[in-house]
T-cell receptor, first 113, second 115 residues
């Protein structure tokens, strides 16, 4: 009964580089959500995906950010040309498809130098 | 759109005492879910308790209980017999009832349990 897994747990990038964050949902879960937490803030929704589909990306910045959840493999949150303001904790959550409960991964802490 | 407000940035409580964390929300939905999540220093998000808005009975999980006042749009968390391990950030969150929807979080309350 592995929980939601995220890797890497910590990621350091220099300005202008790309960051790739991975999320493996709990077994049997086909719904994935990405949230961002800035220092001393609550979590803010970014994007909601089901297998091979983006359902809601209303919280995703229009440029540099993209997400996917392929038929096989983990969900990926990709940030191109990172800037210092992208430094944050990025959390992934998965859901079994029943309304309500989301189970969170341990998060990826991104630091942009 | 849903909004969640936590008006207490920080609170402290003596070990074994009871503490109540406040949360108010706004929504145009009639049915929805409300949650309290705990984020300890490890930063892992842990679900503490969930309330379905159509249920009048307040949810309870061991030492954790809520006071859900639907008309007032209030959803407070009571922690009884506080333990040192309860020290954490506590986030109130809401989601709509229709299908899978994102959670909307408050800014959190930092709770310190003092020995």
């Amino acid at each position: 009964n592995a929980g939601v897994m995220q890797n890497p747990r910590h990621l350091v990038r220099r300005r202008g580089q790309e960051a790739r964050l991975r999320c493996s949902p709990m077994k049997g879960h086909s719904h994935v959500y990405w949230y961002r937490q800035l220092p001393e803030e609550g979590l803010k929704f970014m994007v909601y995906l089901q297998k091979e589909n983006i359902i809601d990306e209303s919280g995703m910045p229009k440029e540099r950010f993209s997400a996917e959840f392929p038929k096989e493999g983990p969900s990926i949150l990709r940030i191109q040309q990172v800037v210092r303001g992208d430094s944050a904790a990025y959390f992934c959550a998965s859901s079994p498809g029943m309304a309500g409960i989301q189970y969170f991964g341990p998060g990826t802490r991104l630091l942009v130098l | 759109a849903q909004t969640v407000t936590q008006s207490q940035p920080e609170m402290s409580v003596q070990e074994a005492e009871t503490v109540t964390l406040s949360c108010t929300y706004d929504t145009s939905e009639n049915n929805y879910y409300l949650f309290w999540y705990k984020q300890p220093p490890s930063r892992q998000m842990i679900l503490v308790i969930r309330q379905e808005a159509y249920k009048q009975q307040n949810a309870t999980e061991n030492r954790f209980s809520v006071n859900f006042q639907k008309a007032a749009k209030s959803f407070s968390l009571k922690i009884s017999d506080s333990q040192l391990g309860d020290t954490a950030m506590y986030f109130c969150a809401s989601s709509t009832y229709s299908g899978n929807t994102p959670l909307v979080f408050g800014k959190g309350t930092r709770l310190s349990v003092i020995a």
